[in-house]
């Protein structure tokens, strides 16, 4: 038994190291990555369905390697946060997406609107507050049309911090929304308490709406969530028109889904933008 269980014992040490190396390997490259400039954005629209006109778009980073690979942020951004990459990472998407804003506007879309994701290691970083009033600043960009998506599990670890930096941010004028809403378990009385302005939900209870079963139960309680907390609410995820249709019955009006655009380069945005307005 004592060999047996001194062989597993250098098994798993052996895949964990293996594993650490891994991890390690792909954090060098992604420092490299960000330094050499291979990280970019891409924007995915969101849509007013009832008007099917584009109200804004979400910012999304990707990473492209020099062998033309893409890692998808689902399995980098992790690397990130656990490496505090992160840090520099997210300011950079947050003052880039600030910048192209500008653009936008500029292009007459004077309340077109840019949500930008900020995960919990950013969000808790001290220096937090003061780069987003640097990346307001400095683009000039008018602070209610930027909106930061926190994830729901944010809001469970540190109740006070985050009580008081939303009051700070929402003092600054931007907008908070809360991303893959019903996905974290967070209390609703905890919600209430949240200076939030709109709830995301969740691309797996979109799913559930299924054309033939008519089902979403979770979605349409998300909604009515929202409106008795007078917050304003999106769907991700809608990939076709019975969705649509279903979540504007439930009464959500705002979507953003592969039924209206992936999520988009730059100038492919740009004529996205000029076809759709
Ligand atoms: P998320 O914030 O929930 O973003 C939505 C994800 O759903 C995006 O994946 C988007 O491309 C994808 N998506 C959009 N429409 C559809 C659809 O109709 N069907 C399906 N199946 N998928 C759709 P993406 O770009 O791979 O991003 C994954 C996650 O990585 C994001 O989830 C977000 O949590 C994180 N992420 C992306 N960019 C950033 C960033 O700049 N900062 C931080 N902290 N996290 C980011
Ligand atoms: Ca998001
Ligand atoms: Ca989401
Ligand atoms: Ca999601």
């Known amino acids: 038994a004592k ?6 014992y250098s098994y798993f040490t052996r895949e964990m190291g293996v594993e650490i190396r891994e991890r390690v390997r792909m954090m060098h490259a992604l420092r490299s990555a960000f330094e ?3 990280l970019f954005i891409v924007y995915q629209p969101q849509i007013d ?3 099917a006109k584009p109200f804004g778009t979400e910012a999304l980073v990707r990473w492209k390697t ?8 689902d399995k980098f951004i992790p690397i990130a946060e656990y490496s505090g990459l992160i840090i520099n990472i997210g300011e950079w998407v947050l003052r880039s997406a600030c910048f192209e804003l500008v653009l936008i ?3 007459g879309l004077r309340d077109f609107r840019m949500s930008v994701n900020v995960s919990q ?6 220096h937090f507050l003061q780069s987003v009033a640097n990346a307001l600043a400095d683009s000039g960009v008018s602070p209610h049309c930027l909106e930061l998506e926190i994830t729901e599990s944010m809001a469970m670890t540190d109740p006070d911090f985050l009580v008081s930096s939303l009051e700070k941010l929402k003092s600054m004028g931007v907008r908070i929304s809360i991303d893959d809403f019903g996905t974290g378990f967070s209390s609703l009385s905890h919600l209430q308490k949240l200076n939030v302005d709109k709830l995301k939900i969740d691309r797996a209870f979109v799913n559930e709406i299924a054309a033939d079963t008519n089902d979403g139960s979770i979605a349409k309680m998300i909604v009515k969530l929202s409106q008795s907390l007078c917050l304003e609410v999106i769907a991700e995820g809608v990939e076709n028109q019975e969705q ?5 019955a439930f009464g959500c009006n705002q979507a953003q889904g592969y039924l209206y655009s992936k999520p988009l380069n730059k100038l492919d945005l740009y004529s996205w933008l000029q076809k759709h307005l």
Do not use: C, V, W
Not at 3 to 8: A, D, I, Q, T, V
Not at 66 to 73: F, T
Not at 121 to 126: D, E, I, K, N, T
Not at 244 to 248: D, E, G, Q, T, V
């Open 66 to 73: 020099e062998d033309g690979e893409l890692i998808p942020p």
């Open 244 to 248: 649509a249709n279903s979540l504007m």
């Open 105 to 107: 506007h500029e292009l």
């Open 49 to 51: 369905m009832r008007t």
């Open 121 to 126: 290691a950013q969000f808790s970083h001290p």
């Open 36 to 38: 050499e400039k291979r």
């Open 3 to 8: 060999e047996l269980n001194r062989s597993s």
